[in-house]
Each structure stands twice: as C-alpha cells, then as structure tokens.
Nanobody, 124 residues
Framework: QVQLVESGGGLVQAGGSLRLSCAAS????????MGWFRQAPGKEREFVAV????????YYADSVKGRFTISRDNAKNTVYLQMNSLKPEDTAVYYC?????????????????WGQGTQVTVSS
C-alpha cells in the first residue's frame, strides 16, 4: 500500500515557476513508477510526466516538454515536478500517481495509487 500527498501548488503569473512535490509512504517507493497527471475543469485527466523507479527514464507530454522536469529522490520517498514558463492553459489540479511496475506508464487507468491533488492556477 502506498499513500501519496502532493504539495506546492498555488497561484502564479504566466511565465512563472512552481515546484510540486509528492511525498509517498511505504518502504517500497523506490520500486514504483511515478507519474504526474492534471485535470482542468470540464476536461478529462491527462498525462503530464512519468519517471521510472530508478529515475533513469522519463517521458513528457508534448504540451509540457521543455518546460517541466520530473525527478525523484528515493531516499526521501518524494517525486517532484518542476514547472517553468507556466501558461494559463497549465491551470489544473495536479495529481501524482504510483504503480509497482518497471514500465513507464502514461495511461492513468494503469496506476493503482493516487494523491488527493494540488491546485495550480496560472494567471495571464
């Protein structure tokens, strides 16, 4: 069982930066693939970024590539999402997710564990 708690969301102007954190409970965090997803009002949850258990593989949605960076610190049981050059269209609730797999997953339906989400609002 893994419990996830996101933090770091807030209100920022376009062009600004935020760093989201996702703290995980459980002793096997280092074996989990970790993903970030987001959901804007009236829209489906969409993939943002994913990182493999070792941190050696990452993958990004085209909409955030070059602006967002996912990373993890297995010693701290934490995964991060550094978001730079934020745009109003990045406004959403951001969720982290975990799955005990070596695969890099982009389909939210394949993740077993989810956090409660953190709101990110980017003003124009």
């Amino acid at each position: 069982q893994v419990q996830l708690v996101e933090s770091g969301g807030g209100l920022v102007q376009a062009g600004g930066s935020l760093r989201l954190s996702c703290a995980a409970s459980g002793r096997t965090f280092s074996s989990y693939t970790m993903g970030w997803f987001r959901q804007a009002p009236g829209k489906e949850r969409e993939f943002v970024a994913v990182i493999s258990w070792s941190g050696g593989r990452t993958y990004y949605a085209d909409s955030v590539k070059g602006r967002f960076t996912i990373s993890r610190d297995n010693a701290k049981n934490t995964v991060y999402l550094q978001m730079n050059s934020l745009k109003p269209e990045d406004t959403a609730v951001y969720y982290c997710a975990a799955d005990n797999t070596v695969q890099v997953l982009i389909n939210p339906n394949e993740y077993d564990y989810w956090g409660q989400g953190t709101q990110v609002t980017v003003s124009s």
